[in-house]
């Protein structure tokens, strides 16, 4: 029978490569889907409470707003107007990782890091970009296995 030896945490954003998941399960942490505000995946990021998640992965584009107006409400999946999002930052979603100190990974392909570190604005101050081909590397490390 396996035993949970490790009670840390691993939140992950929709897309986050399922093996890699996986490794991270069958080495006794746990995993749970986070969210934007926008695409109710998860649990919303910005809820996040001290000692719930040890670590954050997930691609950038999970990390940006929808930005600008719809051409007509039918196009429009959301139940609300794009325009509530105007002025959200990814510091907003992230802020708690920064408050708590868990450790964000951004996954980005490597000739973009520059273009992410702007978009990302001061988030990226406190978060980690890193390849799609280092993210298990990464990974480990921090976790410890």
């Known amino acids: 029978m396996l035993q949970m030896i490790n009670m840390k945490t691993v939140g992950y954003f929709e897309g986050t490569d399922s093996t890699l998941l996986s490794k991270i399960s069958a080495n006794g942490f746990c995993t749970v889907p986070l969210a934007n505000e ?10 996040i409470e ?6 954050i992965i997930g691609y950038l584009h999970k990390l940006m707003p929808p930005r600008g107006t719809p ?10 107007s794009i325009d509530a999002y105007r002025g959200f930052r990814p510091i907003d979603l992230l802020y ?28 990226a101050e406190f978060v ?3 390849s799609p081909e280092n993210l298990e590397e990464k990974t480990r490390k921090i976790l410890g296995f």
């Open 96 to 123: 708690p990782a920064k408050a708590y100190s868990i450790p964000v990974l951004v996954v980005v392909p490597k000739e973009f890091h520059d273009k992410a570190k702007k978009v990302l604005e001061e988030a």
């Open 50 to 55: 001290p000692n719930e998640v040890h670590l």
């Open 38 to 47: 926008w695409d109710g995946h998860g649990k919303i990021a910005s809820h």
């Open 71 to 80: 051409e007509s409400p039918k196009k429009t999946p959301m139940p609300v």
């Open 128 to 130: 980690t970009i890193v």
